[in-house]
């Protein structure tokens, strides 16, 4: 089944640790994203990426890092510089950049400190 | 700044009627428009997109646009225990972001 897989489900960082958020897609999607949602809060965009190997900041993005070196691939590093990151965690994707393609969720990581 | 509002609610109907969810927007360029059901402790699923103003119906559910006035809605017909969850409305610009409203989380009583 073609789908978004974000791992871990659950995620524990310790005081100044980076740690790194997987997410993979097989739905030959151009663009993928980054979200964080707190407990009774809408979804805030970290970073977003169109094309391999380009990405852009989103409303959030301090304190965090991403790469995307494969058109599947797009992780998302928490570093020690985000000083809140308990937070659950989203991907998504959407097909290309047509304005009529909604975006398509992962199941989500949910990040706790230690 | 691009704004998308929601009431947050709670909420709540009794279970075969009609709950009502809205939803405005700051930036008349908008171009496309998406309601989302997240379950809580779960990720987000679509239920509906629209990009016309006017009606659009899929089962119970009926997405409403009106663009001059800056406003979606999200009507949802013979309300079921199972549609008790929070209802996310969400806009697109220009094919590159989405926006979020902060939800309305709805309950439908038995």
């Known amino acids: 089944d073609g789908g978004i897989t974000q791992s871990p489900k659950y995620l524990f960082r310790k005081e100044g640790q980076n740690v790194t958020l997987s997410c993979e897609q097989n739905l030959n999607h151009d663009a993928m994203y980054w979200y964080r949602q707190d407990p009774g809060q809408g979804l805030r965009l970290i970073y977003y990426s169109q094309i391999v190997n380009d990405f852009q900041k989103g409303d959030i993005a301090e304190g965090y890092s991403v790469s995307r070196e494969k058109k599947e691939s797009f992780p998302l590093t928490v570093t020690s510089a985000q000083k809140n990151p308990t937070a659950f965690y989203l991907c998504?994707?959407?097909?290309?950049?047509?304005?009529?393609?909604?975006?398509?969720f992962g199941d989500g990581t949910r990040l706790s400190i230690l | 700044q691009k704004e998308v509002e929601q009431n947050s609610g709670p909420l709540s109907v009794p279970e075969g009627a009609i709950a009502s969810l809205n939803c405005t927007y700051s930036?008349?360029?908008?171009?496309?428009f998406f309601w989302y059901r997240q379950y809580s402790g779960k990720s987000p699923e679509l239920i509906m997109s629209?990009?016309?103003?006017g009606d659009k119906e899929d089962g119970r559910f009926t997405a409403q646009l009106n663009k001059a006035s800056q406003y979606v809605s999200l009507l949802i017909r013979d309300s079921q225990p199972s549609d008790s969850a929070t209802y996310l409305c969400a806009v697109n610009w220009n094919g590159n972001q989405f926006y979020f409203g902060t939800g309305t989380s709805l309950t439908v009583i038995p």
């Open positions: 998504a994707s959407t097909p290309w950049r047509g304005r009529e393609q909604p975006q398509h």
């Open positions: 930036d008349r360029v908008s171009q496309s």
């Open positions: 629209i990009y016309s103003n």
